[in-house]
């Protein structure tokens, strides 16, 4: 079968590359450009614990070893404190902020050393054409040739050339916002913080200033600018920094100016998200960015989305259901995201008026932002998939957890069918539904024997019988549920139903609504003779056999 190709090298095309090798899916990466990447310490990435999880699952070692966790974040109007967030121990996750050159270098070292990724430099995409059993794609001068695939994904970036080539509108907002900024090394009063300043009391404070601390004593400092204000000189931004730093520290402390820039920001959203066995993904399909959302985790989370359909897709068929949910749930959860910027714009970004002056504002506008920056709430939260066509019809046997269908799953310790003790987030990624049994006290059972135990037997057979692979794990607790309740997650972390006891009719149903229903007749893959030289015995036993499972229901009754 043919690879599914990835037009772009950014983190959201080798990401992609490097999800669909996880799942024994080949890839081609088409990269426009030499095959490096250009050093920009000011062009910085903050990853929210659920991306930065996805990548380091990967195999992308710069973010362990090349980013910063923040010690906490703190929140600053005028001259006063007005919050504080502790991060680590005893508090919630850090963010990740590192440099993304960083990030795209950890990317492309994974995928250098991964059989099933091949990246093409100075892959400049010309032309798509798409029939009903691939997509092909013709790459010009130099090395023009022509390149075959079962799917393809544009990944290429604000302009994208597989956007234009589909001739998909991609509307929105244009400046919605604008930055200085510097990466510079110096000493802050805040070690390892991040602080968001507003209304900050020196001449060229201006409305809005943020420190976010890299690695090595080094920080990335934002100015926010006036919408249509004046060019912003060299010497301009020297001053910022010296008055900035003498504000904070009451005299500006030796600090190296390492590198600049200044940012414009856009929201848009393209209407279309697929045409047929193309599809869209990252700044290709959507920008981002204001109040402090990351245009790069949204991305991130469409490949963590789509990977496991096209994996399904590629090894087995897949329903258009299944396919067309991509942008079902991926679209209509950035579209929400914007529309909870575009909101809190007018308000946040209001100079003077009667909103300034009422009790409380400024606390509420505080929130907001800390939101935003944090990956909180409306304009930052991971998503939920509340109305995704792949959820299942309501089942009486079905229970309330404290995770809403839908959304992300808590990362609970749980047991593997082997015995070792793994986190579940570590077990996604790998095109299989998670089958998660809460059984309190499992902690001291005889690991060589608890399949055998209670009712492990039944619920082993029940998974067996599922329309697609899955792997069944045990968990001492689940936030919210009780004793022998039974998890169905999907292979991105969302939780699919959640049953009181062993249920397998009910179990088979939400599995086969998870996958989009029975592969359409041409949408079946072909068999195949060959595997992936990495895969395990269990796994091309797992895969050998799945033709068998469609029609396999007698089994689970």
Known sequence: MDPVIVVGAG????????????????????????????????????LRPDTADLVERLGCTTVRDGGARWAGWRSMRRNQDVRQVEFGEGGEPSPLH????????????????????????????????QDGSGVTAHTREPGATWWRGSFLVGCDGARSTVRK????????????????????????PWPDEALLHRLPPWRTGGQEISARPLPDGVWRLDWLLPARGELVTPEALVTRVRDTLGGWCGETPPYDLIDTGVYTLHHRLARRWRVGRAFLAGDAAHLLGALGTQGLDEGLRDIDNLAWKLAQAWHLGASETLLDSYQA?????????????DQALPILRRSGGLRTYLPGTARGHDSLLTDGHLGRGALGAPPEYTRSPLAPPHAEAQTLV??????????????APDGTTVRLRDRLGRGRLLVTLVAPGTGVWDRRHWMTAGVMPR??????????????????????????????????????????????AE????????????PAPSAQAPPRTGL?????????????????RTDRTADIN
């Open 165 to 188: 080539l589909l001739d998909i509108r991609f509307p929105g907002r244009t400046a919605v916002e604008r930055h200085a900024v510097a990466a510079l090394r110096t000493e802050l």
């Open 459 to 504: 619920l082993a057979a029940a998974v067996t019988a599922l329309p697609v692979r899955a792997e069944l794990l045990v968990t001492e607790s689940y936030p919210g549920a009780s004793a022998h309740t039974v998890l169905l997650v999907r292979p991105d972390g969302h939780l699919v139903a959640a049953f009181h006891g062993v249920r397998p």
């Open 329 to 341: 749930e991926r679209r209509t959860s950035v579209a929400s995201r914007l529309r909870a910027a």
């Open 532 to 548: 992936p030289e990495q895969s395990t015995p269990s796994d091309q036993m797992d895969r050998m056999d799945q033709t068998d």
């Open 402 to 415: 404290g995770t809403p269908l839908g959304a992300p799953v808590a990362d609970v310790r749980a047991t």
């Open 11 to 46: 983190p959201v095309g080798l990401a992609l590359s490097l999800a669909l090798a996880a799942q024994g899916v080949p890839s081609v990466v088409l990269d426009e450009g030499p095959g490096k990447e250009e050093p920009r310490t000011a062009r910085t990435a903050v």
């Open 507 to 518: 179990l088979y149903a939400a599995a086969d609504a998870a996958r989009g229903g029975s």
């Open 98 to 129: 590192l440099p993304q050159h960083d990030l795209t270098r950890g990317l492309r070292a994974a995928a250098a050393v991964q059989e099933l990724v091949q990246i093409v430099p100075q892959g400049r995409l010309d032309t798509i054409e």
